[in-house]
């Protein structure tokens, strides 16, 4: 270390007069303290006795913003335990500078202490306000579609096709298999639990009911919805996250195409082409199983099954399953397509955001579900 940088080290002198306590400050109290800033902050107000303090800055060399900010810090703190304190000897120019730190630092805002009760009704008012907002956000983004489906209408040779197929391939074609699966094992669980029930009353051919009404109406389209949300959904939330990252969202704007256009409604159509036909092949997967379990536990050949089956239906049974479909594709399209283009641009919001699609896709599926048979309920259907 050369001798000018130790002539202008920072020093603290600390003398007692007059019932007061006298600080001289000397040296460059600059950016170069570093890291012993702080220890500097310390030793100006380690004063235990109450007396006045004088800061004698009259020795100072080299003062800039973190200096002039340990200086009026020191005193302030100084200031809050009573005592009383005085800044004297600055220059014109430390003066400027003092001043001005002094009038623009902005005190630590101490947080008020609440109840539990409190902030938990807090955090509910937070979520609903939340809600509100995610709800007036879908409505628009769901406005948006519905003119980019308007201008399609009009310009079917602005639409392009290709990406119809491709999304239909994603959605339909290469989800069968686990629709096919999960719908089959459940269609065999519940003939199952149906047969030893309705066996203690003498009236297991009834299963067939209980299975063909629950696949049809309900279990088919419920499952292959809330599959396609988990698996279609969060993929689509993804796919056009990572393209609002990547800027080529932004991309598309500058070269004069619509996004919701180029990329939302492709996706949209192919879940609303896709689902009520994967809802189909749910409902034969489903019957499949219950025939099978029909006939390993019950007892019930396939032409009795059959028999009763078209007896136990009729064509409204089915049409109550796949008119939901639709309506459900196009929830599950709109909030996966629009937590995409929602994504701020870090990974952490990536996924967040596909979390938060997943979630609301399914809780809005079990719902339009319940709304649905409360109306088919009320027509009678």
Known sequence: MHSADIDNEPKIDVSHADNQVHIALQGDWTSSLGKRADDYAARLVEIQENQPVIF????LGRLDTVGSWLIIRSARTLESRGIKVQIQGQSATHDILLTEISSHTVEEKQEEKQSGLVTFLSEIGKSVIQTRQDAYDGIVFFGQVVSALIRVLFRPKSFRFTSLVTQMEQVALRGVP?????????????????????????????????????????????????????????????????????????????????PIEVLIVPRILALIIGLPLLTFIASMSGLLGGAITAALYGDIPSDVFLTRLQSAIAM????????????????????????????????????????????????????MDGIFAMFYAAINF
């Open 316 to 367: 409204n049974t089915f049409f109550a399953g796949i008119i939901k479909a639709p309506f459900m594709a196009l929830v599950i399209g709109v909030i996966a397509c629009s937590e995409g283009l929602a994504v701020k641009g870090s990974a952490e919001s990536l996924g967040r955001n596909v979390t938060s699609a997943v979630v609301k896709s399914i809780f809005m599926v079990i719902l």
């Open 178 to 258: 686990i629709i096919v699966l999960i719908s089959f094992l459940v269609g065999c669980i519940i003939a199952q639990q149906g047969i030893f029930q309705l066996k203690t009353f003498g009236a297991t051919v009834f299963v067939v009911d209980l299975i063909s009404i629950l696949t049809l109406r309900e279990l088919a389209v419920l499952l292959t919805a809330i599959m396609i949300a988990g698996r279609s959904g969060s993929a689509y939330t993804a796919e056009l996250g990572s393209m609002k990252m990547s800027e080529e969202v932004d991309a598309l704007r500058v070269m004069g195409l619509d």
């Open 56 to 59: 004698d800055l009259s020795g």
